[in-house]
């Protein structure tokens, strides 16, 4: 006659928290060399893409951190970048250097991108203009299929 039927319901889900320390420890296993993210977040019961997250922020913050070091360093010691200039340009200690942009001698960039392959007996050298540097990768690719 009249049935009812149970249907189940799930519970609802819960999101977990991890502490600090527990977040340290899977960052610094996921770091090691020869490993993946992958394999690191299946020993932790994680998914690969929160695994993925830690890491990528904890590098931020570290980025950010020595940014913030730095800045701070330079800002106690304002003189000392002064005495590097002052030092490469040949001026005595204790003269100060002038403020503003300082020139510096630089190579000028390559015109072209020289390649060079053998086969056996046969050598070919190629010179390809650095404006088609995507053209030559992919020149390049296909040549070594």
């Not at 320390?21 to 993946?36: D, H, L, M, Y």
């Not at 992958?38 to 980025?63: G, N, T």
């Not at 010179?127 to 995507?134: D, I």
Request: aromatic fraction near 4%; charge should be positive; charged fraction near 25%.
């Amino acid at each position: 006659m009249d049935e009812v039927q149970a249907t189940a319901v799930a519970p609802p889900r819960v999101r977990r928290r991890h502490s600090p320390g527990f977040r340290s420890e899977v960052i610094n296993a996921a770091k090691q060399p020869g490993t993946s993210f992958s394999a690191v977040a299946r020993s932790y019961s994680l998914s690969p893409s929160l695994v993925r997250r830690w890491v990528r922020d904890s590098e931020s913050r570290r980025r950010r951190s020595e940014h913030a070091n730095a800045a701070r360093l330079t800002a106690q010691r304002p003189h000392a970048g002064e005495r590097v200039v002052a030092a490469m340009a040949g001026m005595k200690a204790g003269t100060p250097a002038p403020a503003g942009f300082v020139p510096l001698a630089m190579k000028p960039p390559a015109s072209d991108i020289r390649i060079e392959v053998t086969r056996g007996s046969t050598s070919v050298a190629v010179a390809w203009p650095v404006s088609a540097a995507e053209h030559c990768a992919a020149w390049l690719c296909e040549l070594l299929r």
